[in-house]
């Protein structure tokens, strides 16, 4: 597989309720980003780290955010949870911050439905 | 073990011609299939997908064929232009089951003026 892992796979929360997930990214990979991806579209870019700081950020409310450990693993929170929140999030880890080219992993998603 | 293969890690093709990128799977339980394009710097964009009750899916100049019985996949791109020059990212799952998505490792594709 990618190297990539993401927990939990599928969860159900109740609307207003708070979620993380977590990502671990491939071995030495110092980037990671988050994308939601609502069924039948594509996937939309939440955030990305970099080295443990935010460096780039989608079109999301506050109640969606992030952190990055010295280990490269992730955490994607989200508060407040909404309806539409209802996704797959996937997770991608690569090397180097914003730099072209760089091969980019991503991992098997966590599926969210909010009740 | 990589059950979405995408062989070829690069890709160049001229202006004007065909670019047909192919992906290979091993699970049998998938009938879900997505091809996705992704600009450096940039989230990736959603492009084309088929389900395995067909073998073929349109939409514009993007074509996908399915062969369920290769368990092989491939995206053709006529005519090919300069701005198509991305990362393509074969994906898969089983819409019915688990829905746990696996994704290939890319194909860089660069279109030459």
């Known amino acids: 597989e990618t190297g990539v892992t993401q927990s939990p796979t599928h969860l159900i929360k109740t609307r207003g309720q708070q979620v993380t997930l977590r990502c671990s990214s491939q071995s030495g990979h110092n980037t990671v980003s988050w994308y939601q991806q609502a069924l039948g579209q594509g996937p939309q870019f939440i955030f990305q780290?970099?080295?443990?700081?935010?460096?780039g950020r989608g079109n999301f409310p506050p109640r969606f955010s992030g952190l990055q450990f010295p280990n490269y693993s992730s955490e994607l929170n989200v508060n407040a949870l909404e309806l539409d929140d209802s996704a797959l999030y996937l997770c991608a880890s690569s090397l180097g911050g914003r730099r072209p080219g760089n091969t980019i992993y991503f991992g098997e998603g966590s599926w969210l439905t909010v009740v | 073990d990589q059950q979405v293969k995408q062989n070829s890690p690069s890709l160049s093709v001229q202006e004007g011609r065909i670019s047909i990128l192919n992906c290979d799977y091993t699970?049998?339980?998938?009938?879900?299939f997505l091809w996705y394009k992704k600009y450096p710097a940039e989230g990736p964009t959603f492009l084309i997908s088929?389900?395995?009750i067909k073998d073929k899916n349109e939409d514009g100049r993007f074509t996908v064929f399915l062969n369920k019985s290769a368990k092989h996949l491939s995206l053709h791109i006529v005519p090919s232009q300069p701005g198509d020059s991305a990362v393509y990212f074969c994906a898969a799952f089983n819409a019915g089951n688990n829905r746990k998505l696996i994704w290939g490792l890319g194909t860089s594709l660069a279109v030459n003026p």
């Open positions: 088929i389900s395995s």
């Open positions: 780290y970099y080295r443990e700081e935010e460096n």
């Open positions: 699970n049998s339980m998938f009938d879900y």
